[in-house]
T-cell receptor
Framework: KAGVTQTPRYLIKTRGQQVTLSCSPI?????VSWYQQTPGQGLQFLFE???????NKGNFPGRFSGRQFSNSRSEMNVSTLELGDSALYLC????????????FGAGTRLSVL | QKEVEQNSGPLSVPEGAIASLNCTYS??????FFWYRQYSGKSPELIMS????GDKEDGRFTAQLNKASQYVSLLIRDSQPSDSATYLC?????????????FGAGTRLAVHP
């Protein structure tokens, strides 16, 4: 089985722009979670989607949003980028039937200049 | 109090020694616990999951769980330089009707020859 695929791997944006990141989960996994990882804050939970519905959300401003498609692929959007949004964004997919184990993609490294 | 706490390290051990990594968590009803390994610049990789009190062994790795003390640990026997990485403790916590995975800040392990 192919693993979790995230695109693009690297992005450079400027303040005020918006960005969309993509995540394709492991085949058969319907849950996709997004995380932000920074040196200062560690891995922070953004949100989780399951069957096209957001069912859990972390403490991030409304500039961070996401969606999930019928094929379980998910996108995450960040609008009005700030310097502090520079981070590694990780996507993880989970098969809820296997005791909540999450598998991570390689991540998207976002740099905001 | 943080939901999942780990000593940030670095924990330095000689090659061949036992490395002991510790984690405490705040939610008494948590049922699923995970250890992930993250090499610099890479995404987290699951190395152990544990759900019941006691020890669980997998090769050189042993996870230990004590729910009464809200404590989970990871022992790495015969440590190798290739084990040098950041180890993330993750705990499933129930929020908003669903589980979400909360990560500790990670412990950096350095195994020196």
């Amino acid at each position: 089985k192919a693993g979790v695929t995230q695109t693009p791997r690297y992005l450079i944006k400027t303040r005020g722009q918006q960005v969309t990141l993509s995540c394709s989960p492991i085949s058969g996994h319907r849950s996709v979670s997004w995380y932000q990882q920074t040196p200062g804050q560690g891995l922070q939970f953004l949100f989780e989607y399951f069957s096209e519905t957001q069912r859990n959300k972390g403490n991030f401003p409304g500039r961070f949003s996401g969606r999930q498609f019928s094929n379980s692929r998910s996108e995450m959007n960040v609008s009005t980028l700030e310097l502090g949004d520079s981070a590694l964004y990780l996507c993880a997919s989970m098969d809820p039937g296997v005791q909540n184990i999450q598998y991570f993609g390689a991540g998207t490294r976002l740099s905001v200049l | 109090q943080k939901e999942v706490e780990q000593n940030s390290g670095p924990l330095s051990v000689p090659e061949g020694a036992i490395a002991s990594l510790n984690c405490t968590y705040s939610d008494r009803v948590s049922q699923s616990f995970f250890w992930y390994r993250q090499y610099s610049g890479k995404s987290p990789e699951l190395i152990m999951s544990i759900y019941s009190n006691g020890d669980k062994e997998d090769g050189r790795f042993t996870a230990q769980l004590n729910k009464a003390s809200q404590y989970v640990s990871l022992l790495i026997r015969d440590s190798q330089p290739s084990d040098s990485a950041t180890y993330l403790c993750a705990v499933n916590m129930f929020s908003g009707g669903y589980n979400k995975l909360i990560f500790g800040a990670g412990t950096r392990l350095a195994v020196h020859p």
